[in-house]
Structure formats: structure tokens, C-alpha cells
């Protein structure tokens, strides 16, 4: 089964500053992966995914994402981060076919900003 | 607009009182699913809906239960609430079973005493 971890619960950063979440996945074949952002009270929004090709994919807000096959990771980055960025993370990775696809998500980053 | 709604946003009910949440989508997707979201545990899903009338269990399905006899319609009934259920809860769906972009909707906050 797939499983995903992100291994830093809370990050600080200062408004400005470059930013690296990290995403490590589990799963035996090529993986679909996702990150998504929740800001409070809200649900979630797609930043970005990657199916294939480009190993570096472009998302919305200025975020993009590197899969890395050898190191089995996805990790997130944005080059200077806005104080609106503060919200929780997460990465997700897509397994299965037909009728057991789904999505595992990892058990989030939350990112404050300070100014 | 395309959107996922869900109501009510927030509910406190007592142990043992039959609730439901509902789901709605209006993007005539096929597949619809709910997550609960607990501290520490990231997202897991419950169920999942590939079309109408076909429902299957998630990783967590266990005092829930769910129907699927509209497309646009997905509610999730707790026929026994209990205590471990209070959590944020979150419908969300997707055009069909590829990883195409999954919508969530905006959360109902369930608590259970």
C-alpha cells in the first residue's frame, strides 16, 4: 500500500524567505503525486501535480515541486514566501487503478510566516 | 461557479443521535469521496462513490455509512454518533477514477458529546 510523510509538522519563515516543504511517498510503481494547501476554515486547493514527464512541475501561487525517483520525494519550494502563504500542506500520492484509486494523503506541514 | 457544498459547516450533537451531512457537487463528476481530518493524522478517506449506486469503503469506514442515488448528491449518515467521530469532515470529487483534479468542499466540523 502507499503511504506518504511529511516529515516536519511545523516550519517558520520569514516573509521574503525561500521555502522547501518536504514529501517522501511509499509506492512500488510510478506514483501520481499532488500537493494541496489549506488556509484556516477553508478546504482544500490543488497547488500541483505531476503524472509524468517534467520532474519539475509548476503550480499555482508561485509554487513548484521536484520528484526525485531515487529519493522517493516531492518536495514543495517557493523562492519568497508572502505572508498569505501561511497555511497547512499537504502532499498526496494517487495509487491504484480502477476501482482502488484513491488518494493517501500525508499528515500535513503547517507554515507560519513571519513578518 | 464550480464548487463542492456541505451542510451544515457545524454541528454539536449528542451520542447516539442519527446525523447526516450532505455533499453536493455540481460539476457532473463521477467520483465523490469523504475524509475526515484529525490532528497529526493528515486526511482519511471513509468512502468512495465511482458513479451512482456504486459506493465502496475507504481506510476508515467503520460507523458510517453513505448512498449515491444522484449524481451530484453524496451524504454521509452516522446512524450512532460516538465521541471518536468528532472530527472535520470533508466531501470531495473529481471528474472520473483518473488523478485529475479532486475538489473539496469547504468542511463541517462535527462535534459528538
Known amino acids: 500500500a502507499q503511504s506518504v510523510t511529511q516529515p516536519d509538522i511545523h516550519i517558520t519563515v520569514s516573509e521574503g524567505a525561500s521555502l522547501e516543504l518536504r514529501c517522501n511517498y511509499s509506492?512500488?510503481?510510478?506514483?501520481?503525486l499532488f500537493w494541496y494547501v489549506q488556509s484556516p476554515g477553508q478546504g482544500l486547493q490543488l497547488l500541483l501535480k505531476?503524472?509524468?514527464?517534467?520532474?519539475l512541475v509548476q503550480g499555482i501561487k508561485g509554487f513548484e515541486a521536484e520528484f526525485k525517483r531515487s529519493q522517493s520525494s516531492f518536495n514543495l519550494r517557493k523562492p519568497s514566501v508572502h505572508w498569505s502563504d501561511a497555511a497547512e500542506y499537504f502532499c498526496?500520492?494517487?495509487?491504484?487503478?480502477?476501482?482502488?484509486?484513491?488518494?493517501?494523503f500525508g499528515t500535513g506541514t503547517r507554515l507560519q510566516v513571519t513578518l | 461557479e464550480a464548487q463542492v457544498t456541505q451542510n451544515p459547516r457545524y454541528l454539536i450533537t449528542v451520542t447516539g443521535k442519527k446525523l447526516t451531512v450532505t455533499c453536493s457537487q455540481n460539476?457532473?463528476?463521477?467520483?465523490m469521496s469523504w475524509y475526515r481530518q484529525d490532528p497529526g493524522l493528515g486526511l482519511r478517506q471513509i468512502y468512495y462513490s465511482m458513479n451512482v449506486e456504486v459506493t465502496d469503503k475507504g481506510d476508515v469506514p467503520e460507523g458510517y455509512k453513505v448512498s449515491r442515488k444522484e449524481k451530484r448528491n453524496f451524504p454521509l449518515i452516522l446512524e450512532s454518533p460516538s465521541p471518536n467521530q468528532t472530527s472535520l469532515y470533508f466531501c470531495?470529487?473529481?471528474?472520473?477514477?483518473?488523478?485529475?483534479?479532486?475538489?473539496f468542499g469547504p468542511g463541517t466540523r462535527l462535534t459528538v458529546l
Open positions: 505531476y503524472f509524468s514527464g517534467d520532474t
Open positions: 498526496a500520492v494517487g495509487a491504484g487503478t480502477g476501482t482502488a484509486s484513491k488518494l493517501t
Open positions: 460539476m457532473n463528476h463521477e467520483y
Open positions: 509506492y512500488g510503481a510510478t506514483p501520481y
Open positions: 470531495a470529487s473529481r471528474a472520473d477514477r483518473t488523478y485529475n483534479e479532486q475538489f
